[in-house]
């Protein structure tokens, strides 16, 4: 997992990555057999499931699990999702 994380820092502010080419790359891989067997497996025993315990931080845990998934989701349903709309504070705060 470090050497993810590591190899994503590195090259994080490097690349310039067409947003189209998120959407499609999200259908490519989610719409292949290993990749819809990675996402029922993702919605099977995340998504889907149920926190039945009393611990706060193990509630929260979960709930950022299916998050993520949610986002998936999100993402294979809508091309235009991937596309972060950025608002500064001042614009907000002009009324604008």
């Known amino acids: 997992m470090l050497k993810a994380v590591k190899e994503w820092f590195q090259h994080r502010w ?3 990555v067409d ?5 499609k790359d999200y259908q ?17 025993n995340l998504y889907c ?3 039945g315990g009393t611990d706060p931080n193990e509630a929260l845990a ?9 986002e998936i989701l999100l993402n294979l349903e809508n091309p235009n999702k991937t596309a972060v709309k ?10 604008r």
């Open 62 to 70: 979960h709930n950022a699990r299916r998050s993520v998934v949610h």
């Open 19 to 23: 947003e189209t080419d998120t959407w």
């Open 14 to 16: 490097l690349v310039n």
């Open 28 to 44: 490519a891989t989610f719409g292949s057999v290993p990749g819809q067997r990675v996402l029922q497996h993702l919605m099977d």
């Open 86 to 95: 950025v608002e500064t504070g001042e614009a907000n705060a002009l009324g």
């Open 49 to 51: 499931t149920i926190y």
